[in-house]
């Protein structure tokens, strides 16, 4: 059974990073791309961007090119998310998701709070 | 960026009424839609994929048709638990490769 479980709720001041992680079970971690997606209060899901686990190969969605950081850990079958320079809208909820044919699995989010 | 418009944005109604919810891409997505259920604070629960296969699980009162650019979504008898936001989301291997719908809330009338 697919599970990824996703770190805890963070809370950070503006200017900071926030580095959120995404560990997966039961299937190849290898196999399948792992994407991040990001839901704002009361604004609709929006992609951030992508990691291939097998090469490294990233992609991101140009609103974020210069703030975020997809990583990997093949040995720990686990994916990152780094978002740098924070600001109050990125306050939201973060999930990690991949896709398996047409199936999607996602984790349970992480609630990423931005305040001064 | 192929933008997915949902109506209504909410829908009041009784359990045991029947519901259709309503999807529509800028531009064709051949079949490479899924919906989802979302309750508050948690993970999208998906439901359809492929505009009308349902996943593992979800029960038969769902049911999605569709394709190319206009999808719905039904639930043929609303249940108490049936009452959250429902999203739809293309997959068609455009940029950026996933897109979502804005959500229409089903709402106890």
């Known amino acids: 059974q697919v599970h990824l479980v996703q770190s805890g709720a963070e809370v950070k001041k503006p200017g900071a990073s926030v580095k959120v992680s995404c560990k997966t079970s039961?299937?190849?971690?290898?196999?399948?791309?792992m994407h991040w997606v990001r839901q704002a209060p009361g604004e609709r899901l929006e992609w951030m961007g992508s990691?291939?686990?097998?090469?490294?190969?990233?992609e991101h969605a140009q609103k974020f090119q210069a703030r975020v950081t997809i990583t990997r850990d093949i040995s720990a079958n686990t994916a990152y998310m780094e978002l740098s320079s924070l600001r109050s809208e990125d306050t939201a909820l973060y999930f990690c998701?991949?896709?398996?044919?047409?199936?999607?699995?996602w984790g349970q989010g992480t609630l990423v709070t931005v305040s001064s | 960026e192929i933008v997915m418009t949902q109506s209504p944005a909410t829908l009041s109604v009784s359990p045991g009424e029947r519901v259709t919810l309503s999807c529509r891409a800028s531009?064709?997505?051949?079949?490479?839609v899924a919906w989802y259920q979302q309750k508050p604070g948690q993970a999208p629960r998906l439901l359809i994929y492929?505009?009308?296969t349902r996943a593992t699980g979800i029960p038969a009162r769902f049911s999605g048709t569709g394709s190319g650019t206009e999808f719905t979504l039904t639930i043929s008898s609303l249940q108490s638990e049936d009452f959250a936001v429902y999203f739809c989301?293309?997959?068609?291997?455009?940029?950026?490769?996933?897109?979502f719908g804005q959500g229409t809330r089903v709402e106890i009338k």
């Open positions: 531009q064709s997505v051949r079949i490479r």
């Open positions: 998701a991949t896709q398996a044919g047409s199936i999607f699995f």
């Open positions: 492929g505009a009308s």
């Open positions: 989301q293309q997959y068609n291997n455009n940029w950026p490769p996933w897109t």
């Open positions: 039961g299937y190849t971690f290898t196999s399948y791309p």
């Open positions: 990691i291939s686990p097998d090469n490294g190969n990233t």
